[in-house]
């Protein structure tokens, strides 16, 4: 029998594509294939729910806070919106500002209306 060692000391030695090459070699030789390897360590992942990082948001007007015009003319701003357009949308709050954009840009959006005085949730 080999030394198993040895073994494990010469895989580790591999490049990248050396051992691209190995497993294309032994998938030919011994007729099966890496993914079937990935097939079976799926159920075991399964077992417990992994949640990936958000990475696109809705930025949901909730409330003008009072301050209805200040809020009006940041809606204008950041949307380029006309007065009546904005203040539609602002008096329909509940209503999306923007949908579909980065974390940083949509706490940016909600730190603005924030600081005209209105509320913001992103989604």
């Not at 691209?20 to 417990?48: M, T």
């Not at 003008?64 to 904005?86: P, S």
Request: charged share 30%.
């Amino acid at each position: 029998m080999a030394d198993l060692n040895k073994l494990v000391d010469d895989l580790s030695a591999l490049t990248v594509l050396e051992a691209a090459d190995l497993a294309k070699l032994l998938e030919e030789k011994w007729g099966v294939s890496a993914a079937a390897a990935v097939a079976v360590a799926g159920p075991a992942a399964a077992a417990g729910p992994v949640e990936e990082e958000k990475t696109e948001f809705d930025v949901i007007l909730t409330g003008d806070g009072g301050k209805k015009i200040n809020v009006i003319k940041e809606v204008r701003a950041l949307t380029g919106l006309g007065l009546g357009e904005a203040k539609a949308l602002v008096e329909s709050a509940p209503k999306a500002i923007k949908e579909g954009v980065n974390k940083e840009e949509a706490e940016k959006i909600k730190k603005q209306i924030e600081e005209a005085g209105g509320t913001v949730e992103l989604k």
